[in-house]
């Protein structure tokens, strides 16, 4: 099964395992499944770090590529008509970051596993983590 991660997704699959239900954590451990991330929830990560919204334990450029290395997470690149997509979805989520990761669930088919709750006003499959 293919799925892309919200960024907080990721993020606790890292360093809190703990936070996610265990059909969360099955999913995402099931190595015959590829996990995806999307560029847009790289781009969010070194905006929040740098602005110190989360704490990263080393610096950005380091954790990154580490992190899709380690736990074998595929980079999803924004393409022309990801960015059409997220241009005309109802304005339901205000965040762009996260508007990117719907369209993409979207254009790709990706289920795409999230606690946000306005996620679901979209025509995508959710998949609760928490």
Known sequence: MNLLLDTHCWLWALSEPEKLNPQASNLISDSTNKIYLST?????LGIKAQSGKIKLPESFETFVPS????FQTIPLP???SHAMIAATLPLHHK?????MIIAQGQGEN????TNDGVFRFYDITIIEIT
């Open 40 to 44: 847009s929830s790289i781009w969010e």
């Open 67 to 70: 992190r899709l290395q380690v």
């Open 78 to 80: 924004i393409s022309a």
């Open 95 to 99: 965040d762009p970051f996260d508007r």
């Open 110 to 113: 990706l289920p795409i596993l």
